[in-house]
């Protein structure tokens, strides 16, 4: 079944680093563009991240943008967040997703529900 399991998240100090993963399974990966979210507590989920199915292009939102950094392994069915220079307001939940492309289709990003599956999640905290 498809599964997308993210990972690395946890506790760091204001102007830490992190770096996120998300495994893929259950679908062809590299078919597939893919998006990181998060939401903090009483938010939406915000888009952070955005990369197309052959890591050829990458979107940021605009308040990771310098900081964050998207890619992508489409041997390994992974993608990967770096996330530097962390400020207490990125402290959220960050979810993985997968949107697919068709051949020929948009690789381009858009809101969480044009996404076809999401993770579960992996926590984010940061202290002043």
């Known amino acids: 079944q498809v599964q997308l399991v993210e990972s690395g998240g946890g506790l760091v100090q204001a102007g830490g680093s992190l770096r996120l993963a998300c495994a893929a399974s259950?679908?062809?990966?590299?078919?597939?563009?893919m998006g990181w979210f998060r939401q903090a507590p009483g938010k939406g989920r915000e888009f952070v991240a955005h990369?197309?199915?052959?890591?050829?292009?990458?979107y940021y939102g605009d308040s990771v943008k310098g900081r964050f950094t998207i890619s992508r392994d489409n041997a390994k069915n992974t993608v990967h967040l770096q996330a530097n220079s962390l400020k207490p307001e990125d402290t959220a939940v960050y979810y993985c997703?997968?949107?697919?492309?068709?051949?020929?289709?948009?690789?381009?990003?858009?809101?969480?529900?044009?996404?076809?599956?999401w993770g579960q999640g992996t926590q984010v905290t940061v202290s002043l």
């Open positions: 997703a997968a949107k697919y492309v068709p051949s020929g289709g948009s690789n381009a990003p858009g809101a969480p529900s044009i996404y076809d599956y």
């Open positions: 990369i197309s199915k052959l890591g050829g292009s990458t």
């Open positions: 259950g679908f062809t990966f590299s078919s597939y563009a």
